[in-house]
């Protein structure tokens, strides 16, 4: 502690400023293999938040494949993903703007594959055998009350843009169409209301006519309570997939024998799907599979022999992977832990080297100002267990004054079908770097834990998350690490909803900012897009036979309970949480004489993707949380206004 200068909470000066963060930092994602090539995708704050694709060619060299005035990203599903695919050289994606799949050859500009109008894309593939691609596509231009989705092959030889020739329709939502090695067979996936992808979906294959049309599919696997997750054909032609029907995400293969599970563990091969071209293994050239997967909230990399099902862990350094690929530039992946932002890498089966090619921070932090999580498990409702990761304040320079307890602040994630992760995250050390402790909580209803954890929440959204958030706080107060007069609750989405739930319903937190949350649960199902129109038939109820348990599960009819300072975000051109729903608890708030921020963001969808407004969300909250908890922060920052304070 020597050297240490004392400062309350709050108040520590902290290199990892807002302006660093998104000056400095990329979102990255989507890899993809061609060849000896190497493709990713940047999402870039300073450019608007566009999504760029990316190529690492053989020789080593790196650059930008997207030109600017593109943005590869997809409504489909309004969550997107599965944005683009290449071969040889060859990208297709989907240009934000108009929806179009565009094919953009080596050399030449963009060139639209599909017409202009109300169609969207995702998820595609090339069909080598037949000259074409197969994507997922969403149609919101038809005269039902949902957009309808289906399975499409777009002509490459066409004389004009092709809208799709549908090859597999009828089911609500489609998803990870894949060729058979010898191009005779497609695997897909599929799903219905009211089920989320995570509750059940179906395997599905058929054969290719000569046409090109698929003859008689058969039910492969899946059902309503069974959860299948990336179909993958091996290059003996039998085709692997993860099931749930264990109770954990495992491997299993479909051969002529039957289908047998690769490799029986308490842990997670899968994951939830709410975007496309998700992936945690891949075949390896020599046959194996390699793979990735999640225990105890850590992820580790392995190598799974499908013939006799001995799986090798694989030492490495990165506690979170995903979007792994193979081909033969390698085994490439997403990977961070938490002294590493996620970073692409590539892994060398050879020689057991690992090469690091884009990380998404360029922001080097003195590891003095990091926080490192601590992974903790702590009694909850019910006799039961909750997860989280803990971060204590951390700052080389300061030291709390003697006694002193710090604030804490308890992120609430998204989904509620998500998880949190060991990944270094700037956003936490902003808060743990100022004197802020943090717990990040994967509570009852996050992926991760088994398919009973996620579960959970069943029937109980509100009330089981609300809980966990609640019994992390205490747990740490009780720990002697957190002031109980200083305890904030902050999410967005799902976590916002978590976050007025809590702050609502349970007297525990003193302040909470909701970054685009749910407030009223009736307007989330009558105005919600397609993919989430019925996710609230698990987590509440049937809408409307249940609407007396929305109404009494909404924060916004009963703010008369509510006692603490909120800061709202809101981006004005969110499909998914509408903004009229900030903007009513605003106006209740601020009836009843509560100190109330809002601040709208327009351009910004449900998440904020421009660097000026990440910056000003993050520090608007500090400037709010200084005013509520009396301390002034050390960074200088634009005022808010805070009606009632």
């Known amino acids: 502690m020597t050297g240490k200068r004392t400062a309350p909470c709050g108040t520590w000066r902290s290199p990892i400023t807002a302006d660093l963060i998104v000056s400095e930092t990329i979102g990255l994602g989507a890899t993809q293999v061609d060849g000896h090539d190497i493709y990713w995708t940047e999402s870039r704050p300073t450019e608007g938040g566009r999504q760029v694709i990316v190529r690492r060619s053989a020789d080593g060299r790196i650059g930008d494949l997207t030109p600017p005035g593109f943005n590869a990203r997809t409504r489909v599903h309004e969550y997107g993903g599965g944005a683009y695919t290449?071969?040889?050289?060859?990208?297709?994606?989907?240009?934000?703007?108009?929806?179009?799949?565009?094919?953009?050859?080596?050399?030449?500009?963009?060139?639209?594959?599909?017409?202009?109008?109300?169609?969207c894309y995702a998820d595609g593939i090339v069909d080598v055998a037949r000259g074409r691609l197969i994507w997922v596509r969403e149609d919101r231009g038809g005269a039902g009350a949902e957009p309808e989705n289906c399975l499409v092959a777009l002509n490459l030889a066409a004389a004009q843009e092709d809208p799709g020739t549908v090859l597999a329709a009828g089911h609500d939502f489609y998803a990870s169409p894949r060729v058979s090695p010898d191009g005779t067979r497609l695997a897909w996936l599929s799903w219905d209301h009211p089920d989320m992808p995570w509750d059940g979906t179906e395997l599905w294959v058929a054969g290719f006519q000569s046409d090109g049309s698929l003859g008689h599919a058969q039910l492969v696997a899946g059902g309503r309570n069974e959860s299948i997750f990336q179909p993958e054909w091996g290059p003996d032609?039998?085709?692997?997939?993860c099931s749930d029907r264990s109770g954990w995400w495992n491997l299993?293969?479909?051969?002529?024998?039957?289908?047998?599970?690769?490799?029986?563990?308490?842990?997670e091969f899968g994951l939830p799907q709410w975007v496309f071209g998700?992936?945690?293994?891949?075949?390896?050239?020599?046959?194996?599979?390699?793979?990735?997967?999640?225990?105890?909230?850590?992820?580790?990399?392995?190598?799974?022999?499908?013939?006799?099902?001995?799986?090798?862990?694989?030492?490495?350094?990165?506690?979170?992977?995903?979007?792994?690929?193979?081909?033969?530039?390698?085994i490439v992946f997403c990977g961070g832990s938490a002294r590493q932002d996620t970073t692409i890498v590539r892994f060398d089966l050879t020689s057991g080297r690992f090469e690091e090619l884009r990380r998404a921070s360029l922001l080097d932090v003195e590891p003095g100002f990091l926080s490192l999580p601590e992974t903790i498990e702590f009694p909850t409702g019910e006799g039961l267990a909750a997860h989280a990761l803990y971060y204590p304040p951390t700052n080389r320079d300061v030291q709390a004054p003697a006694g002193e307890r710090p604030p804490l602040l308890v992120r609430s994630h998204g989904g509620p079908t998500a998880a949190?992760?060991?990944?270094?995250?700037?956003?936490?050390?902003?808060?743990?770097?100022?004197?802020?402790?943090?717990v990040d909580v994967n509570y009852g209803g996050s992926t991760g834990y088994g398919r009973a954890y996620r579960e959970r929440l069943n029937g109980s959204w509100g009330i089981v998350d609300v809980n966990d958030c609640v019994n992390a706080a205490l747990y740490l107060v009780g720990r002697g690490e957190a002031d109980p007069e200083r305890l904030a609750i902050r999410g967005g989405s799902a976590g916002g909803y978590t976050t007025l739930a809590a702050l609502t319903f349970r007297d525990t937190f003193k302040a909470g900012a909701s970054h685009y949350g749910v407030g009223e649960l009736e307007s989330l199902v009558r105005e919600t897009h397609k993919f989430e129109a019925r996710y609230l038939d698990r987590l509440i109820g049937p809408y409307p036979p249940c609407q007396d348990l929305y109404r009494e599960r909404s924060p916004i009819y009963h703010t008369e309970r509510l006692s603490a300072p909120v800061i709202f975000f809101q981006g004005l051109e969110d499909a998914v949480v509408p903004p009229d729903q900030a903007q009513r608890m605003v106006a209740a708030l601020k009836a009843k004489g509560l100190p109330v921020a809002y601040i709208p963001f327009p351009g910004e969808q449900h998440g904020f993707r421009q660097a000026a407004n990440i910056k000003r969300a993050l520090e608007a909250e500090l400037y709010f949380y200084g005013k509520v908890f009396g301390f002034a922060p050390a960074d200088c920052i634009e005022p808010v206004e805070i009606l009632n304070l």
């Open 86 to 119: 290449v071969h040889k050289g060859t990208a297709y994606f989907s240009h934000f703007d108009d929806q179009r799949v565009y094919r953009q050859a080596p050399g030449q500009a963009p060139a639209p594959v599909t017409p202009a109008g109300d169609l």
């Open 237 to 241: 032609g039998n085709l692997v997939f």
């Open 252 to 267: 299993y293969r479909r051969s002529e024998s039957g289908i047998h599970c690769l490799c029986e563990m308490e842990a």
């Open 278 to 330: 998700m992936s945690t293994y891949a075949f390896a050239e020599d046959g194996t599979i390699v793979c990735t997967y999640t225990r105890g909230g850590l992820w580790y990399l392995a190598r799974l022999d499908p013939g006799t099902g001995r799986l090798t862990e694989v030492q490495c350094a990165y506690t979170t992977i995903g979007d792994l690929r193979a081909g033969p530039a390698g």
């Open 420 to 438: 949190t992760n060991t990944t270094l995250k700037l956003v936490n050390q902003f808060w743990t770097s100022r004197g802020f402790g943090l």
